[in-house]
């Protein structure tokens, strides 16, 4: 690390980071906080610091140099805290020019340990830190005697804000921004004139919501510092957006670095991120179609057909453009959009963009709901030939995602997958890797293997990225984090865990504001998490209000939990109509786990008019079709309806031997409320079962459902599900009457005593609910 960081002061090859003088139609400035970071660095050369500082200091070099002005404060915090004794040296430089006079500043330049001042300086004269010193230095010396004056005099103001009070400081700024309008590095004359005369013409580009008209004006960067600012904004949008800035705070720098140089292409480009955090539809488009204008005006002639030039700018244009109407559901836009960038790729004979339009084609086709397995076998084929192999991995992905909804096995999924990652590794795609792992989560968790589910979502918390991690960051914020994190999140609230839960959601809605594009992912899983442990705990008056926000995230699952609290409230009718219309958009959408969710419901509220002969239909279709998709906690689920179907029936022999089949996986992978039921319904069958027997066999079945009432008992006890919890007491009180347990029977006829009274509510018939 040591030769790294001092190859900053030796190596000549590291010219590349330096700050150059030339620009992009944005000229140099001398600034207070350039001659802070020339304190710094000549404290750095001419003091001895300690090792673990002195590289802790020379990773903040190209930082300093190349990114924006900082304050006096934020300047003196940042080498504070990578060592405080040499940010107090620069501080008292500082303060000596800044309570002088003018000879203070000249001494300070007069004695910059440079290669031309002296020989033996560690700033080699073409290291990073050399050139950055060898062009200040200059750049002073080429100063008019007004213009130092100026320089000094918001040296001065520089310094001695950071000490005013907050009143001054805002009346102090826009001087200092009028003070340093004369301070042209390149020219002598003064152009203050031709400047606002461009001002006037270059007004800003876009108006929006984001931006603060009350910010005051700061003058432009160097080509370096806006280069390096871009940069960092980029990677911090696409790695971790908690630590870039805020939208509309981004928003004022860029409309500010366009407003002195409006054909930057990347600051559009940047743009359109940034508005694609806000969902703004207008915007992104209009800075998005910016970003590719420029770039054909900027980029060499070039003709349509060739690799480089402005044929190769409009297909990737028009590409661009479909996947930002992909983005917003604007499918018919897309796919004109989609068609031009084809044609134009065809023209031009380019299979890169071609297969990249093909991709977008079959997730188009996807997206609308049509089957796009065709398509996409087509494009992992081409991917593969061409040698793409992040898109050859996506289309992969793809199928595997159509495959599990198809029904497919776990073992050919899981087959297709393996194949996929030894593609990631082979090419480092980190990103692909950390998509694959959340895919597996999902397909674990759909198929009702809570326990591999979980031991994928750790396996990717906790992986290591293969990515660069620059600017401090760690990959957490992608779409793949999130996607684990609610698994996690929902497999706890399963087990009953809400104070984990909590801090999962907590973390989620700190790496994840409410206006990031992935903020739907834990806001709709903290909904349901919060309605499904209102309907355990029989509180559906707090569970009816979360229905309506579910529903503007996911329609078809607002309108499932709608049913869900008609049917809790015996509005069965409305309840009826509901599962009816679902049943009927879910089959025209494929959605093969909300069907089979919807027959269950159904069958339950043919219970409710003791048509249970009549609910087996819908049982065995929802099982047959649990089975044909491997779907076993559904089909762990629809067996307990078939064995409480058969109790009422006045079969609970074979209720009891169907019920055997369900409880390893509800025990082994199951939830906490379905182990529960599954217990319940057990101890039901047993004492029916000890009816029909002899009385020394039957009391050995009636304590061995005791026994089981008891554990059910413990798991209904960790979900607070107190209306299940007094249908257990009740049965355990006649249990004990039966085998003569007085004072169990008195304690038990107690506790239910005490919670029928708590809960205020009639208590529904015990043998009319599973």
């Known amino acids: 690390m040591a030769s790294v960081h001092e190859s900053l002061y030796f190596n000549p090859m590291m010219t590349n980071g330096v700050v150059h003088a030339n620009v992009f139609g944005i000229k140099d400035w001398v600034t207070p906080y350039k001659i ?150 390149t020219s002598t004359e003064d152009t203050v004139g031709d400047r606002i005369d461009k001002e006037e013409l270059d007004t800003p580009l876009h108006e929006s919501e984001l931006r603060n008209d009350d910010a005051p004006s700061r003058g432009p960067l160097s080509q370096k510092q806006a280069e390096y600012f871009l940069a960092r904004q980029a990677y911090l949008l696409k790695n971790d957006e908690n630590k870039a800035l805020k939208p509309a705070a981004l928003q004022d720098e860029l409309n500010n670095m366009l407003k002195f140089n409006p054909d930057f292409a990347e600051a559009h480009y940047l743009n359109y991120l940034n508005s694609m955090r806000v969902q703004d539809i207008f915007i992104s488009t209009h800075s998005l179609l910016h970003y590719f204008d420029r ?60 297969q990249h339009c093909l991709s977008w084609l079959y997730t188009l086709e996807q997206m609308k709901g049509s089957d796009s397995s065709v398509l996409t076998e087509d494009s992992v084929k081409m991917a593969a030939h061409f040698c793409l192999p992040y898109l050859a991995s996506l289309g992969i992905q793809s199928l595997v995602q159509q495959g599990a909804i198809q029904g497919k096995t776990a073992h050919e999924l899981m087959d297709a997958l393996k194949d996929t990652d030894i593609l990631h590794w082979k090419h480092s795609l980190s990103e692909l890797i950390e998509i694959s792992l959340a895919q597996t989560t999902s397909i674990w968790r759909m198929y009702g293997k809570s326990t591999m589910a979980l031991q994928q979502a750790q396996l990717l918390l906790n992986m290591s990225s293969l990515e660069p991690v620059n600017f401090g960051v760690q990959q957490n914020n992608t779409e793949a984090f999130a996607v684990a994190l609610c698994h996690l999140a929902e497999l706890h609230a399963e087990q009953g865990l809400y104070g984990a839960v909590s801090e999962i959601l907590l973390h989620l809605k700190e790496q994840f504001p409410p206006h990031t594009q992935h903020a739907k992912l834990w806001m709709l899983c903290d909904l349901k998490i919060q309605f499904e442990r209102h309907m355990n705990e029989g509180k559906y008056h707090l569970a009816e209000p979360q229905v309506a926000a579910i529903a503007a995230l996911n329609k078809t699952e607002g309108l499932y939990r709608k049913a869900q609290v008609l049917k809790a409230l015996n509005r069965t009718t ?65 067996i307990l309806h078939l064995a409480f179907t058969q109790l009422m029936l006045g079969v609970p022999q074979q209720a009891l031997s169907v019920l055997h089949e369900a ?13 529960g039921r599954a217990l319940l319904l057990t101890a039901r069958c047993q004492m029916a079962v000890a009816g029909f027997r002899p009385n020394g066999q039957g009391h050995a079945a009636l304590g061995l459902a005791v026994q089981t009432l008891d554990e059910a008992a413990a798991y209904f006890s960790m979900l607070n599900c107190k209306e299940r919890l007094r249908d257990v007491h009740y049965l355990q009180a006649q249990l004990h009457r039966s085998l003569g347990q007085t004072s169990q029977c008195n304690k038990c006829a107690m506790l239910f005593r005490l919670l029928d009274q708590e809960l205020q509510s009639p208590a529904a018939p015990v043998s009319m609910r599973l």
Request: glycine share 4%; charged share 20%.
């Open 36 to 185: 802070s970071v020339l304190a710094l660095l000549y404290d750095m050369t001419t003091s001895k610091i300690a090792l673990p500082e002195r590289r802790r200091l020379n990773k903040l070099i190209l930082p300093l140099q190349q990114g924006p002005d900082l304050t006096l404060g934020q300047f003196l915090k940042t080498v504070e805290d990578c060592c405080p004794q040499t940010a107090y040296a620069v501080k008292l430089r500082l303060r000596e020019m800044a309570d002088g006079e003018l000879k203070d500043m000249e001494y300070f330049f007069s004695t910059l340990p440079t290669p031309f001042t002296a020989f033996d300086s560690e700033a080699y004269k073409t290291s990073v830190v050399g050139l950055f010193m060898r062009h200040m230095l200059l750049a002073y010396n080429k100063l008019s005697f007004s213009q130092v004056y100026k320089l000094y005099k918001s040296l001065q103001q520089y310094y001695h804000s950071h000490y005013a009070k907050p009143t001054d400081r805002q009346v102090d700024l826009p001087a200092l921004v009028a003070d340093d309008s004369d301070m042209d590095l």
């Open 295 to 354: 770039l054909i005006l900027s980029g060499s002639e070039g003709k349509s057909n060739g690799d480089e030039g402005y044929g190769r700018s409009l297909r990737y244009a028009a590409l661009n453009l479909a996947s930002l109407h992909c983005r917003f559901g604007h499918y018919q836009q897309a796919e004109l959009a989609l068609q031009e960038a084809i044609r134009i790729a065809q023209e031009s004979n380019d299979h890169v963009c071609l």
């Open 574 to 638: 409305e309840a009826y109509g509901i599962l009816q219309r679902l049943q009927v958009h879910c089959e025209k959408s494929k959605c093969t786990e909300m069907i089979i969710r919807v027959m269950l419901s159904t069958a339950e509220l043919h219970w409710e008019s003791s048509g249970f002969s009549t609910a087996l239909p819908f049982l065995l279709q929802a099982l047959a079709l649990a089975r044909q998709h491997h779907l076993q906690a559904l089909a762990s689920e629809t």
């Open 663 to 675: 409880m390893e996986p509800i025990l082994a992978h199951g939830a906490v409320m379905d182990k």
